[in-house]
Each structure stands twice: as C-alpha cells, then as structure tokens.
C-alpha cells in the first residue's frame, strides 16, 4: 500500500492506495502552519491511516505497511525529489520532506508540486471511470492562482524548466486589469480568486461566492467581475487547447465549488467564441471541458503516485 | 540512404540523408501544380537525387538505393501515413503518396505536415550543434499563416487530435484586428504575412519586406504594421513558453528572411514585457529564441526523419 497527501493551505487530504490503484482509507484534518506543524500534520495522519487500514503505528510497523508516501504541496518541487521550496501558503520557505517525514515514518518519500499532483490524480481517475478515452489531459486549477499541469500517456510534463502550465500569466487583453505579476489583462488577472477578491474588495470568507450571488442580485459591478471570470477561464481553455491539443481539459481548484453556476457561464463564453469563428467550433471546446467533482482525492491519489517512483527509483539504484 | 522533401507552394527541396543522419545531397526544384505534377516533381527529383549519390534511376535501383521517402506538405496528414488532405496551396484536395510516389520509386512513404517535418528537422540540427542543450523544442513558423511545431526528446508532440501548436488563432486582444478565423486580436492577425500583406495592401511581391522598408522610411501605417508583427511574435513565443516550458523556441518560415530585422524587434517587446514583470523576466524568453538560418534543410531533414518511421513500421508488422 502507498500514501497519498494533498497538503493544502487549511486542510491537509491523506488517502491509503491498493496495490490496484484503489482507495482503500482517506482522512481530511486541518493543517498545522510551518515546516513542523506541517511534518507533524503527515506523520500524525499516517498513524491514523495505518490503523484505518488494520495496520501498526509505530516506525517499524508504518514501514511494513506503507512502501511510499507521496506528498503535493503548493510551492516549487525539484522533479523526483521531496525537496520543497517557496511553499508560502504554508509558512514554509524550504524543506526536505526525506529528511523529516521520511526519516520519521522509516518510508521512502517523494514530492510534487500540488497542481502537478492534482493534475496526475484527474487523470488516473478519468481513465479508470472511461477507459481510451483519455490520452492526454490538461488539469486547469482555479484557485486563488491558476495553473494547468499536463499528463500525456499517463505522464506530467514538466516542461524543460519545470514552469510548463503558467498559463495564468498569458496577456489576452493588453487593455485589461493589472496582474500581480505587472503584465496587463493576464488570465489570473481575470478569473483568479485572488485578484477578483482584491478587486471586489468586500471582507467576506467566500469573495468569489459572493460576487456570484451580487451578481444574480443585479449588482452591476459584480456582473462584470462574474463576466471577466467566465471569460478568463474561458480564455485559459482556448490558450491549453489550441497549443498543446490536449484531449480533456479538466477544471479543479476551490472555484470549481460554484460547481454548474460557474462551468454554464465558461461554456456560454466557449460557444460566443465558436459561433464567430468556425475554426473555434472545429474544435468543440465545450465538449472537452470537464468538472472535477467537489471533494474528489485526485490530488492525494497523484501524490501517491508520484510517491510510487520513489520505490521505483530504489530499484533501479539497487537492482 | 533516405530521402526527404518538403513541398513548399513555389519550391520543393530534397535531400539525401545517411544512416549517420548527415545530409549527403540536396536539390532545390520548382514545385508543379496539382496532385499529378507535385508526384512528378517528388519522383523527377528522386532521381536527381539518386544520380547525385550514384545511384541508378529505374525503379528498381531506387529501391536498392533508398529504404525510405519523407515528405513533408502544408496540409493535413494522418498520423504515421502518406495520406495528405487540404493542401490548398498546392492545388491538392486528397492524395495518398504511397499510392503514387510509393508506387512509382518502389520505396515506402510517409507524410507530415511541413511544419511539423521542419520541427522535427530544426531540432535535430540543433541537437547536433549543441548536444545536451535541447531537450525540448517548438519551431514557430512565421509564413503567410502562424503555427508551431512541438518536439521533446526528439519525439514530434501532436495533440489528440492533431491541432497542437495552432497558437496562431489564440487571441492576445479583443479590440484586435479581424482575423480571418473568425476571431479579433489572433496572433497570426498580428504577424501572419497574409494578413499583413491584406492590410498594407500593395501590390508587390514581398508585402512584409515592403512593410519593413515603408517604416524605415517614416511611413505610419508601416510602423504601425511592424509594430504589430513583432508584437504578435513575441506573444506568441509568451505563449508557447508558458504553456509548454519549451527550452528553446526556433523560429523559421518565409518571414524570417528578414532575419535580425526582425528577430530584434521581437527582443526589444520580449524586453518591454520582461521590464514590466519580474515573473517574464525569470523566464529569460529573450535568450530561449533563435532563428533557422535562411535556406536551412530544416523541413526536408525532418521529412527524411518522419519517412525512417516506414521501416520501423514495416518491421514491426513483419517481425
């Protein structure tokens, strides 16, 4: 059995994997803040996984049960490694994930970046529920940020500097909001939860919802902000499409929880583009978009498979 | 021995090329228009070719002396096949080279489309000047239409559907200018040689050169114009490199003739956007751009290496 962990800002999702490629046991606890809050949340959830699953707590005994524990975590993952860096949201600026849970848990241990993760775990799933159908899949995370990752063949790829999937910071307006990152009308700059909270500017826990039920109220500013998140999310499906031609464009992340009131208004957008442009409908972008289902482990599961290299990689240094 | 050829619309260039992957001859023909005279001039120059490396020129001594044909064809080809379809600009609704070319030369055949043959022939060149350096590539060709080819470890990156790299059709602005797809503000409605030439509207045979010379001279519209291209460009290469992570992006086509005319005021709004934002400046697109050498064997080379893939076929299926 391997394990799994989607180490998020708030709550921590931890998921047991069979042999199969099925989950057996998943545990959700919150998330402590720093490096060893952080080790602490894995390894306590790893003793409470093991007894889910029947087996012992104690170091010697994690180990006989577990063969890896794979790790997504926002920030910036050296391929095939379980070093972390830049993992702001945690309170983390840097740490060895081999060293700490690792050494904790006497398993091999192996990291990914959480979108990457995300996008490794959509896929395994979507091939398990339709079979052929999927070849290669972009995972588009809307979320305070956005980001896609890409799977081919069952693979992420990477890109040649490990930044492939930044199609946040692509300018498809030169006239549009000012991003974080200084461009103009970038596509985070129009449907990332972060810069529509910024700029709706009410201190509210949801500010995307908010702006969603403003809008259906009439607020007219809310409309707009409502319209420019169809549009960029809209925007970031033709950017992944027609440069990479990936199958299916899978769309996760903490917006998604808008659930059909988000994805109708992203489709509206796909069909004005495809009703002026016969090219466009060529491409029947609607048909491939999907919704990852509120609640789905995919992002847990791709962890457990980026652990699984790890055991992989032994076996090649040792056999 | 194999032979490839890349059928441009005026030209056709053919090259022999050695098991060690050199390039041992080259010609460069007028092609024929329709169906019937492009097969002629492929099967015309074939046996130039043959001469050229001493070869005989019946079918039979063809056969002996080449165990593969590449050609490479603006049009659309199935995967793996010598099925070409839509290649307009050569007066060519469908053809099957392998029932025509393949038949003639007694040599089996496979097809791709130019842009992708000359990807796949850009980064073999460039992996043989620089070895290690590329691990991926994108060849952006800048012709009358705008499209990139992907390779990663010398493997050509299709798509599901075979519309990978069709970034010429993503839009950078909604006030843009009308493109022939249907949409306003594409990249190719900024930098595509068609377009431009329709917009500047003189009757010369090369409008961009025109266009260029025009703004040397003061003129506003030419400015305006040249502006434009090397802004769709540099978007472009935004595009490609934030979606991809390719390590290099190459640019060729008809509208690299301009060479650093152009490639410099590519740089110039590379640096503008990099000057604006610490995120595209880390990224050090200015550095990641080259351009093909004028005359490059980039599309022919890269046609031999689609051919190659005929054999491979062949002794799968025989074993």
Redesign the interface.
């Known amino acids: 059995m391997r394990l799994g962990f989607d180490v998020g800002g708030t709550k921590t999702d931890g998921v047991v994997v069979a042999p199969s490629g099925t989950i057996i046991a998943r545990l959700r606890r919150p998330t402590g803040w720093g490096a060893e809050a952080v080790v602490a949340t894995i390894t306590g959830m790893a003793a409470e996984l093991a007894e889910a699953v029947g087996g012992g707590v104690d170091a010697g005994a994690l180990a006989s049960t577990f063969r890896s524990v794979g790790v997504g975590m926002p920030g910036q993952v050296a391929p095939h490694t379980a070093m972390v860096t830049h993992a702001v949201n945690l309170g983390i600026e840097a740490i060895d994930l081999e060293r700490t849970v690792g050494d904790a848990l006497g398993v091999p241990v192996r990291a990914e970046n959480d979108v990457k993760a995300a996008a490794l775990g959509a896929y395994a799933l979507h091939g398990a529920t339709d079979a052929g159908a999927t ?2 899949m972009a995972f588009l995370n809307l979320g305070t940020g956005i980001a ?1 990752g ?1 799977v ?1 063949d069952g693979q992420l ?11 946040g ?7 549009g909001p000012l ?1 974080k ?3 103009r009308g970038c596509i985070e700059a129009f449907c990332g939860g972060g810069a529509i909270a910024e700029r709706w500017g009410r201190d509210v826990p949801l500010p995307v919802l908010d702006v969603f039920d403003a809008a259906d109220a009439g607020d007219a500013r809310a409309l707009a902000l409502r319209a420019g998140l169809a549009h960029g999310v809209a ?1 970031a499906i ?10 299916t464009v899978m769309l996760g992340g903490g917006v998604t929880a808008l659930g059909t009131r988000m994805l109708s208004l992203v489709r509206d957008d796909l069909a004005a ?1 495809a009703a ?5 409908s060529s ?1 029947r972008l609607a048909e491939r978009v999907e919704l990852l289902p509120t609640g789905s482990p995919a992002a847990a599961l791709g962890a457990a498979l980026v652990g699984a290299t790890a055991t992989e990689q032994e076996a090649v240094a040792h056999g």
Do not use: K, M, Y
């Not at 910071?169 to 006239?175: A, C, G, R």
């Not at 033709?238 to 199958?247: F, G, H, P, S």
């Open positions: 070849g290669s896609a890409f081919q790829w990477r890109g040649a500097r490990g930044t492939a999937g930044e199609v910071h692509i300018s498809v307006d030169p006239n991003c990152c200084g461009q925007a033709r950017v992944i499409v027609l440069a990479t031609d990936v199958e583009g002026a442009s016969p090219f466009l491409l």
